[in-house]
């Protein structure tokens, strides 16, 4: 007795779904300054003769402190100073909070539309 009983979606599933919906576009409408990219540190070597970056064991210089990220399918290095690295960081953890609210939108938005197309039949009501 395998019938295949096709599910007929809940109300409140639909409900359910534009809440999240609805919920999901009001955080993202909240959300500050945001930019794509990793940070990344560097230390590095001079040119100056008998520098301790020279020294045995060396002390090179740095960290500094590098932002990478691709654009339009451009990739862009940019070098940030230690005094803006905080806003940096919560510019990428807010960019990476919009990714992920993006993603559930579209999930949402998918499970949403199925369910309302596997709904009821266009009934005339
Ligand atoms: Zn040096």
Redesign the pocket.
């Known amino acids: 007795m395998s019938a295949r009983h096709t599910e007929r979606p809940a109300m409140s599933s639909e409900t359910e779904l534009t809440r999240r919906i609805d919920a999901i576009k009001a955080q993202i409408a909240k959300l500050g300054e945001l930019r794509p990219g990793t940070l990344s540190q560097q230390y590095n070597?001079?040119?100056?003769p008998n520098?301790?970056?020279?020294a045995d064991p060396p002390q090179?210089?740095g960290p500094r402190y590098q932002l990478s990220y691709t654009r339009h399918r451009r990739g862009h290095t940019e070098s940030v100073r230690p005094e803006h690295l905080d806003d940096v960081r919560t510019q990428l953890a807010t960019y990476r909070r919009l990714q992920a609210l993006i993603d559930e939108w579209v999930d949402a938005s998918i499970a949403l539309d199925r369910l309302r197309r596997a709904g009821a039949p266009a009934a005339t009501s």
């Open positions: 070597t001079c040119g100056t520098c301790r970056c020279k090179r210089h």
